[in-house]
């Protein structure tokens, strides 16, 4: 038993001893259990922190009341603006989704016996989650509207009127007449349950519809966009081709330096920035390949219709120069093929989540969200989505590509600087 | 010519090299010999540009040797087997001399003919496509001085070449060191084995600690440094061990006292002129 204890104690002292080990095994695991707890507090407070566009083309008072109601219910962050402006912040992945109040909601809202109140509801297709839980809380604004109406004599009584002025128009028939009692008795309704002495036990809407009709839409209805689930599947798939290019890059200097080759090539009549422009070359030239490699597959396979060709290229080209950046950043932080592996992973794999790369932006805490500026997966997928399927002009190609570039040259720098040189 | 010029250098408070001077010439296989720690790396390093020397100057063919790595124009006359197989094991022997004939400015027809010589050199002719990853390591070893050479440099510097060879592996590498030599170039050569030294090497430096210890030829270093040799008697069913400088006086006295059944003269080598410089005491 002593030599079993004697000989775990000394592996737990090893793995102690070696600094990237013990990363994996406390540092990150603690690392994680922050990052998603963060995140899930956000979403233990409610959905508050999904923004949702609303247009109101209706502008009445109930349509204005409904507003107020989205705006205190937990789970969304209502921004009221005009309609396109709407429209451009879902195309760019600014916010989920838009809704529309269209003219006649707030008439419906109040009298929702004859007419559904109706709203429009435009979607990134890539947030269908954020959209369901959206739609959860519209529909629970509108029934909170008509659980209000129903214990409002005065209100009821007022849609009823207005109701029976026009059945009253229609021809007289027996199911005309029941229908006037009827609403002359709706007024009524919740103080004769009251004197049943059932209270809550009913509800006050039982009998009627849905309280809101919810017609969703998708931004593409009305711009081109992607054809398929796999115009995001791809630019994912393209991100991650770009994280495993770099930190296998970053590797490679470690293991020039390990295999004695380094020494060779420092004694070959180069410059040391020979050696950096070919190390980068071909991290930006795999890369490149790669990325380039799997979204033709995507056109051709599975269907994927980038919206601009050119911009494609143009964000294949600049999330190239940003990774192959990252990846001598890190072939400094790593002086093993072991360290340069690990702390490459164990960056990327944050940075990804920060930038959007595994759980969707929106579910995040604000704060965390604009921590995700500082991820160059967010930018990256930014750019390739916008290239893809969101349709993006040159002009809104352009601050993704800038960050991206600004990104790639830091991190060159940086890295370049600091790279040692020395072969033991 | 390698020429050092009172070159010192230090890591921190260790004194990796104190105040070394020697020469190589042409033609030269010269043998740079020393325990561990002794500064033979950091000497190597020095020549080929890797290290900057802190005091004293390192040249090459009679002109100031520029210090710095990324400086490439005296580096085309020299090439380096490191004491570590630095090769590409996931392509082939001949791609790997064709990448670093490249590095060197080899171009055409030019490249190609070195790559078929050093091939050849090296007796992997018939495996150069082959990956390295699948060579013995005696070919491995043979190939990492196949492309110290692949641009024909003056001045080829051998840490240790022959580590984990088997004995016809190391056999075959004396004998391309020879063939560098006949053909006038300058050779440093660092081990650990001093039989290799004593076959090999024109000249010896011993080194320790830094310093040099003396630099001569192999039959001069153990004629100044080598001591007496050892006469082993065997009388009978005992053996004894007598130093000595005059082996036939000795053994003529021992037969005057008793009968001598077998002797054996050992004259003093190079391992002994070694351990009389550096001492018996372990290094780490």
Known sequence: ???????????????????????????????????????????????????????????????????????????????????????????????????????GFGAALDNPFVTTPEVEMTVDPTQFAVAGMVRGVLLEAAGAELQDLMSDPARLGAANSQNSLFFESLPPSDARDQMLTFLDLSPRVSSLIDEMGLGAATGGNQGFGPPLEIEQTEVQAERPGPTNSYATSFAQAMLWTLIGGSVSFSMSIAIERSRGTLMRLLVAPITARHLLAAKGLACLGATLFTSTALITLGITVFDVRPTSYPLLALALLCGSICFCGIMMALSVIGGTEQAAAGIGWGLSLPLSMLGGGMVPLFLMPEWMQTLGNISPMKWTLMAYEGAIWRGFTLNEMLLPCAVLVAIGVLAFTLGARNLRWDTG | MLVFDHVSKSFGDLRAVDDLSFEVEAGEVFGLLGPNGAGKTTAINMAVGLLEPDEGVVRFADEAFDRDPRDAENRRSLGLAPQSIALYEQIGGADNLRFFGRLHGLRGTDLEERVVACLDFADLTDVGKKVVSKYSGGMKRRLNLAVAIIHDPELVLLDEPTVGVDPQSRNAIFERVEQLRDAGKEVVYTTHYMEEAQRLCDRVAIIDRGRLMALDTVPALIEAHGGPGNLVVRTGDSESRHETTDPLGTLAELQARQAVDHFQYLPPDLETVFLNLTGRALRD
Not at chain 1, 13 to 23: M, N, P, Q, S
Not at chain 1, 40 to 58: C, E, K, M, T, Y
């Open chain 1, 1 to 103: 038993m002593n030599k079993i204890v004697a000989m775990a104690a000394k592996d737990i002292h090893i793995l102690f001893r070696d600094k990237l080990g013990f990363f994996f095994t406390v540092f990150f695991p603690l690392m994680m259990a922050i990052f998603f707890g963060a995140m899930f507090a956000g979403l233990s407070r409610g959905p508050a922190n999904i923004p949702i566009a609303l247009v109101d083309q209706d502008r009445t008072s109930a349509s204005e009341r409904f507003i107020e109601r989205l705006g205190q219910a937990s789970g969304l962050a209502v921004e009221q603006i005009p309609r396109e402006e709407a429209l451009e912040q879902v195309r760019r992945g600014r916010t989920a989704v838009m809704v529309t109040l269209t003219p």
